[in-house]
């Protein structure tokens, strides 16, 4: 059986806030991920979206630890350093997949995860971004109900996008010139897949 990890996580504080384009000074106000099993042909056998707010976050590690993959969007360059305060050392060493970071690798351009969606599997954000960090700030529950819905929202929106690129080997979207762009992708796994990091070697 294959383990895999999607995730998203949100931020305390926008850029602007703390003067500096370092994710790791944001703060993480929660982490989402959907958590799976798939059998050797790649097919999910079984899978749970869960959440975790900062207080949280000790129970959160053990799932990272137990993945082949861990699959994110821009996460190398966002989601991993924005996480560097909270996380075991190991975490950035883990089997991290950014799907981004593929899309740039072909196409040579970056692309939002929204403009992908649209194109790839005819969905879009459930909320404007930028609102995450505005219902962390106000704090209350609705408000942190909303903020939940949106990252947990985000990871499905992930999730649909991968799979589609694993299945179908393309996926779509408009560049800046807004002209419509098709890529190849490959989200196979390597021959030899990478084991999973030994729980006792956490910390």
Not at 12 to 33: A, H, T
Not at 53 to 62: C, T
Not at 176 to 196: C, G, L, Q
Request: aromatic letters at 14%; a neutral charge.
């Amino acid at each position: 059986m294959i383990i895999e990890v999607i995730f998203d996580l949100e931020t305390k504080k926008f850029f602007d806030e703390i003067g500096s384009n370092d994710p790791s000074q944001l703060g993480v106000s929660v982490v989402s991920l959907y958590k799976r099993t798939l059998n050797n042909n790649l097919q999910e056998e079984e899978g749970e979206i869960m959440s975790f707010w900062e207080n949280d976050f000790e129970k959160m590690w053990p799932h990272f630890l137990e993945a082949n993959r861990i699959i994110g969007f821009n996460s190398k360059r966002f989601d991993v350093p924005a996480l560097k305060p909270y996380a075991p050392n190991i975490f950035p060493k883990l089997p991290h997949f950014d799907i981004l970071e593929e899309v740039k690798k072909i196409s040579g351009k970056r692309a939002s995860l929204d403009k992908i969606a649209k194109l790839t599997v005819g969905k879009a954000k459930t909320d404007n971004p930028a609102n995450a960090t505005i219902y962390f700030q106000k704090g209350d529950n609705e408000s942190l109900a909303k903020l939940k819905k949106y990252c947990e929202g985000d990871v499905l929106l992930t999730k649909e996008i991968y799979d589609f690129g694993l299945k179908n080997k393309f996926l779509k979207f408009k560049d800046f010139w807004n002209e419509e762009r098709t890529i190849t992708v490959d989200f196979s796994y390597p021959t030899v897949k990478a084991k999973p990091f030994a729980q006792n070697s956490l910390f």
